[in-house]
């Protein structure tokens, strides 16, 4: 049976996948993901606006994978707009990227949660080796640790290289044309950092509680132990 230690290190990288997973799934409904201010560039160049004055034709939005809020300004006062992704903007986005965006986004809370159950059975079960032991807890972590990275550099270029920002603005602005202005991530962006952060403080936790990386181990099993290899 695993020492004390060793369940109390289990127990606490089991909380971490948990807090990860729940983590993830409320960043995954907000819109915090991108806020930035959206110049109305048609408006501006009609009345020669400059200084002070543009002011009056820069809007705001902010967005998430779902949905999001954007404030029209077009020097005649704000317009509060809601922003929604599916079906309304499918046509105007890189879909296929946004969509992997939500994919990978769900497949870190699903590997958050089974992370978690399998710490909890290394804690206090009699694992197998194979992927319900230390094998499991790697892989399920590291897969999870890597669809954050992913999550985080595919919504990156969805914003920076499709410049998504602007695409929602003009989304059907037959009269104006409107240029993001300042553009920066949101909360809910970081937070998927925290959670790919907590997954591979996870990976150190394993290994702190004793448990050599799998690639360290001997390719050779002692086969003179009979059943008793099967446990670790």
Same mark, same amino acid.
């Given at each position: ?10 127990c606490g990288a089991g909380l971490l996948s948990v807090a990860s997973a729940l983590t ?86 699903? %590997? ?6 399998f710490f909890m059975f290394n804690a206090f079960g009699r694992p197998y080796e194979t ?83 799998? %690639? %360290? ?5 002692d086969s003179s132990d009979g059943g008793a290899d099967l446990m670790y």
């Amino acid at each position: 049976m695993p020492s004390l230690q060793k369940k109390v290190t289990l127990c606490g990288a089991g909380l971490l996948s948990v807090a990860s997973a729940l983590t993830a799934a409320l960043a995954l409904n907000t819109q915090g993901w991108v806020e930035a201010t959206v110049l109305c560039q048609t408006g501006a160049q009609l009345v020669n606006a400059s200084g002070s004055e543009l002011e009056k034709f820069i809007g705001l939005i902010s967005y998430g994978l779902f949905h999001g809020r954007r404030l029209r300004e077009c020097g005649l006062g704000g317009r509060s707009l809601q922003i929604t992704f599916f079906p309304t903007l499918l046509d105007v986005i890189p879909a296929g990227l946004h969509v992997a965006v939500i994919l990978f986004s769900a497949v870190v809370i699903v %590997f958050a949660l089974v992370a978690a159950g399998f710490f909890m059975f290394n804690a206090f079960g009699r694992p197998y080796e194979t992927l319900h032991g230390p094998n499991g807890l790697f892989l399920w972590n590291t897969i999870a640790c890597s669809c954050g990275f992913m999550v985080m550099i595919l919504f990156t270029s969805e914003v920076k290289i499709h410049r998504l920002s602007e695409k929602i603005s003009n989304y059907k602005e037959s009269n104006f044309v409107f240029k993001t202005q300042t553009e920066v991530f949101g909360y809910s962006f970081w937070l998927l950092l925290v959670c790919t952060t907590m997954h591979f403080i996870n990976i150190l936790l394993i290994r702190l509680a004793g448990i050599q990386f799998p %690639f %360290f181990k001997s390719k050779h099993a002692d086969s003179s132990d009979g059943g008793a290899d099967l446990m670790y």
